[in-house]
């Protein structure tokens, strides 16, 4: 079983930079494409980046292309997210996910599992 675990989450100005992390002690990491998605009050769960299991594979929403980047370490079994140029849009309650199956994806039901989810706060 993959249990992914965020950290990084927080309040943060417009305009500033945040960087989220997830982490699992699964040995299989590496196997696994990773993506992270993102749940606003009242909206629904919705796509934000995706990375392969190798990371040479990145795919973005529209609304954070620019200004995210995804990267993951597979010896440290650790992916990332950096976001910068953050707005008030992006407050919400982001989630890591990861993918056993072959390929990508950037639809919830692309993914098997889920952490628990760490919140973001855009202040204007």
């Known amino acids: 079983q993959v249990q992914p675990v965020e950290s990084g989450g927080g309040l943060v100005q417009a305009g500033g930079s945040l960087r989220l992390s997830c982490t699992t002690s699964?040995?299989?990491?590496?196997?696994?494409?990773m993506g992270w998605f993102r749940q606003a009050p009242g909206k629904e769960r919705e796509f934000v980046a995706a990375?392969?299991?190798?990371?040479?594979?990145?795919a973005y929403a529209d609304s954070v292309k620019g200004r995210a980047t995804i990267s993951r370490d597979n010896g440290k079994k650790t992916m990332l997210l950096q976001m910068d140029s953050l707005k008030s849009e992006d407050t919400a309650v982001y989630y890591c996910?990861?993918?056993?199956?072959?390929?990508?994806?950037?639809?919830?039901?692309?993914?098997?599992?889920w952490g628990q989810g760490t919140q973001v706060t855009v202040s204007s």
């Open positions: 996910a990861a993918r056993s199956r072959t390929g990508t994806g950037t639809v919830s039901s692309d993914y098997d599992y």
């Open positions: 699964r040995y299989a990491f590496s196997t696994y494409a």
């Open positions: 990375i392969d299991w190798s990371g040479g594979y990145t």
